[in-house]
């Protein structure tokens, strides 16, 4: 059993209260860890020490390339403990083995290019009047409340701790309670490199007590979130009081559309992997595939022999495609969202079922499902699901393709199959998203800025824009002819 404790001012702490939350294996229900449940009074304390860290100047005054120094060494031990923080956030998530690899190697990569670009050239002068000479310069936002859902436990706290660290910030983390276990281990290794205490901070606990303090607090100067679009605006709320920096990666319904001129293979295979891969819990999973009408029937036949064969089980086992949801609530919330497709009218072509057969009775275990003749008004159609459950529209021509792409309240992402590149320029160019992919779908890299337009956020993670977030702006006016402006004669 492992016992999850929380990190402030370099030491491990229990909740004040004592609480503690069972941490459950969604494969199997088996309780796999004990997690301290903060509640505000820990927010606060860790809310304070991260303030007085900063205030101290130790972390934001030290060269950029002495703080690049311990996110090389972090990204490091990542490395070499990958395999174990792997398996235990496949434990702790369900998501399969390659994929947790995969995360802990995007994860090291981004700690290395923040390190990376922390010390590259920064500013800009300007030629004004003489004999004045301005500048700009950025400094880091302050204390930051980092709030991260469960779908990428590490990875998703490692896109804002990582830039927000590299900025000269100190930091109060909160992970998703359901998926807390890879963060412990990250901050052991962040105590391991030796970044001074009270810089980096872990809180675990409810979002709406411990989450909502570091919204609220007004020791907090910036509130970075990732989670859904009802959350974000509670914590746009909550944010007021201070008038706190915050940015926002939030909920999508991403459209995939595919022409009738499309590598009909390719596009078969992205539509797969745009829906199914991480179970589907996946902010910008292409959940509406939008087929021109001329293939729409040949490609959904291979599309639903392709998703029964999908292999489903437990994430510890490496021939495992598609694991279990995360939680029992929310592979209620899915499988609710199936029946809802049902009663709304919409062809179920596979799936639409609880997994219980070979002893996954006790796990989280959903279908591949996909829904065909669905409606633009349907929920299914309009409502995150993140779940593996699939909704296709039909489409008629290039404007009525962008028309229902972008009938969304939602903006994040979008992906465009065709052999045409002027077709797949213009309409991309069309599409009201902040994360567009042609002929293929979901690769994403931490140089290039991630987030949406519409509901699904305000700013951008990763890339320099990504970095920016983490900065304040100041501009310096120096005057080179030191001498009284005469403005007033007396
Ligand atoms: P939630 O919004 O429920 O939770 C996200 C985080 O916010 C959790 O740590 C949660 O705490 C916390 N939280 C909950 N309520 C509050 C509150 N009132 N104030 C402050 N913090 C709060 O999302 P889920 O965890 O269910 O994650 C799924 C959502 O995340 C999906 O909508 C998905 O689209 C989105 N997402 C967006 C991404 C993007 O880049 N745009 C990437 C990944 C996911 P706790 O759960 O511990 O109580």
Not at 6 to 31: F, H, L
Not at 367 to 387: C, L
Request: include cysteine; proline fraction near 5%; glycine fraction near 10%.
């Amino acid at each position: 059993m492992i016992n999850l404790k929380m990190y402030m001012n370099g030491e491990w702490v229990e909740a004040k209260s004592g609480k503690t939350r069972d941490i459950i294996n969604p494969a199997n229900g088996e309780v796999i860890a004990k997690a301290a449940e903060g509640d505000v009074e820990d927010a606060r304390h860790a809310i304070q020490v991260a303030r007085e860290a900063f205030d101290s100047g130790e972390w934001s005054e030290l060269p950029a390339a002495a703080r690049a120094s311990y996110l090389f060494a972090i990204a490091d031990k990542l490395d070499e403990r990958a395999e174990e923080i792997a398996h235990l956030e496949t434990l702790d998530n369900g998501k399969p083995l390659r994929e947790t690899a995969f995360d802990l190697a995007d994860a090291a990569a981004c700690f290395r290019y923040y390190a990376g670009l922390v010390t590259k050239p920064d500013g800009q002068t300007y030629h004004v009047a003489d004999p004045m000479q301005a500048m700009v310069v950025r400094e880091p936002v302050g204390v930051c409340g980092l709030i991260v859902p469960w779908n990428y436990p590490l990875l998703m706290g490692v896109w804002k701790i990582a830039p927000a660290l590299a900025a000269g910030n100190t930091i109060v983390f909160k992970p998703s309670e359901v998926t807390p276990v890879t963060a412990m281990k990250l901050f052991e290794i962040i105590e391991e490199v030796g970044i001074p205490k009270g810089v980096a901070n872990m809180v675990m606990g409810p979002g709406p007590t411990v989450g909502n303090e570091l919204a609220e607090s007004h020791l907090v100067d910036k509130v970075s979130f990732t989670g859904g679009t009802a959350t974000g605006r509670s914590i746009m709320k909550a944010a007021t009081g201070n008038i706190k920096k915050i940015s926002l990666e939030l909920g999508g319904k991403s459209p995939n559309i595919v022409f009738a001129d499309a590598d009909f293979d390719t596009a078969v295979d992205y539509a797969l992997f745009g829906i199914f891969a991480n179970q589907g819990q996946v902010c910008s999973a292409g959940s509406r595939l939008l087929l021109e009408e001329s293939i729409h029937d040949r490609f959904l036949e291979v599309l639903v022999e392709r998703a029964k064969k999908i292999r489903v089980g437990p994430g510890t086992d490496p021939a495992t495609e598609m694991g279990p949801l995360v939680s029992q609530a929310h592979m209620e919330k899915v499988l609710s969202y199936i029946e809802i497709g049902k009663q709304e009218g919409a062809r179920l072509l596979c799936g639409g079922n609880r997994i219980t057969a070979n002893g996954y009775d006790k796990g989280f275990f959903v279908e591949p499902t996909i829904f065909a003749d669905t409606t633009p008004k349907m929920r299914i159609v309009q409502e995150e699901i993140f779940g593996p459950v699939l909704a296709v529209q039909k489409f008629t021509d290039e404007a009525d393709a962008i028309r229902l792409a972008n009938d969304s309240v939602y903006g994040l992402a979008g992906g465009v199959f065709t052999q045409d590149g002027a077709k797949a320029l213009r309409v991309i160019k069309k599409l009201r998203a902040g994360i567009t992919w042609i002929n293929c779908y979901h690769p994403t890299y931490n140089e290039a800025p991630w987030g949406g337009y519409k509901q699904s956020g305000i700013g951008r993670g990763l890339g320099t824009f990504g970095f920016d977030e983490f900065t304040e702006v100041k501009q310096i006016n120096i005057n080179l002819q030191v001498q009284p402006s005469g403005w007033f004669e007396n």
